[in-house]
T-cell receptor, first 112, second 111 residues
Framework: DAKTTQPPSMDCAEGRAANLPCNHS???????VYWYRQIHSQGPQYIIH???NNETNEMASLIITEDRKSSTLILPHATLRDTAVYYC?????????????FGTGTSLTVIP | EAGVTQSPTHLIKTRGQQATLRCSPI?????VYWYQQALGLGLQFLLW???????NRGNFPPRFSGRQFPNYSSELNVNALELEDSALYLC??????????FGEGSRLTVL
């Protein structure tokens, strides 16, 4: 079962930063935070993941609080193409494989 | 590099029939995950295969089953179809410990 809590929906003005929060208060020490997004019933797309340090890639930044109980995905300059459902997942990366449980995500609408 | 491929893209069946969905993982990936996404809902975990073995299954009845072949491709079978089985079925592959890469899904409609 999903171990994360996300707001069901958010709006963001085009060109502004979109900050998507996620609570994962029961996260274990060996569990990573992953973010995926799904555009209009296509297959979900991997965005970024992290353990305890902040991470940045060409798509987004991930800020994880020091106690690791919450995180924020930042899309620095949102475009209309970023309108999607964003899923936050916690999963332990092990040599025996990961368990990935998706919740209902946050539906982000980027407004022109 | 080819991504995860799923077939068929669309499938229409009637109640009581069986459906078979197929997934080819990315080359080098040994794990395959199956998810069900009913219209307007999130992804529900169905099955996880690795190295030919079923590693875990979600809270679905036994009429949902599958297998993974020696080439790591996978098949999902749904027997005795019910109307509520209508959904997008998503397959994802990964190397152990890595992130998931998804296919575009197979949309099953049960009439």
């Amino acid at each position: 079962d999903a171990k994360t809590t996300q707001p069901p929906s958010m709006d963001c003005a085009e060109g502004r930063a979109a900050n998507l929060p996620c609570n994962h208060s029961t996260i274990s020490g060996n569990e990573y935070v992953y973010w995926y997004r799904q555009i209009h019933s296509q297959g979900p797309q991997y965005i970024i993941h992290g353990l305890k340090n902040n991470e940045t890639n060409e798509m987004a930044s991930l800020i994880i609080t020091e106690d690791r109980k919450s995180s924020t995905l930042i899309l620095p300059h949102a475009t209309l193409r970023d309108t999607a459902v964003y899923y936050c997942i916690v999963s332990a990366a092990k040599n025996t494989g990961n368990q990935f449980y998706f919740g209902t995500g946050t539906s982000l609408t980027v407004i022109p | 590099e080819a991504g995860v491929t799923q077939s068929p893209t669309h499938l229409i069946k009637t109640r009581g029939q069986q459906a078979t969905l197929r997934c080819s993982p990315i080359s080098g990936h040994t794990s395959v995950y199956w998810y069900q996404q009913a219209l307007g809902l999130g992804l529900q975990f169905l099955l996880w295969y690795d190295e030919g073995e079923e590693r875990n299954r979600g809270n679905f009845p036994p009429r949902f089953s599958g297998r993974q072949f020696p080439n790591y491709s996978s098949e999902l079978n749904v027997n005795a179809l019910e109307l509520e089985d209508s959904a997008l079925y998503l397959c994802a592959s990964t190397r152990l410990g890595g992130e998931l890469f998804f296919g575009e899904g197979s949309r099953l409609t049960v009439l």
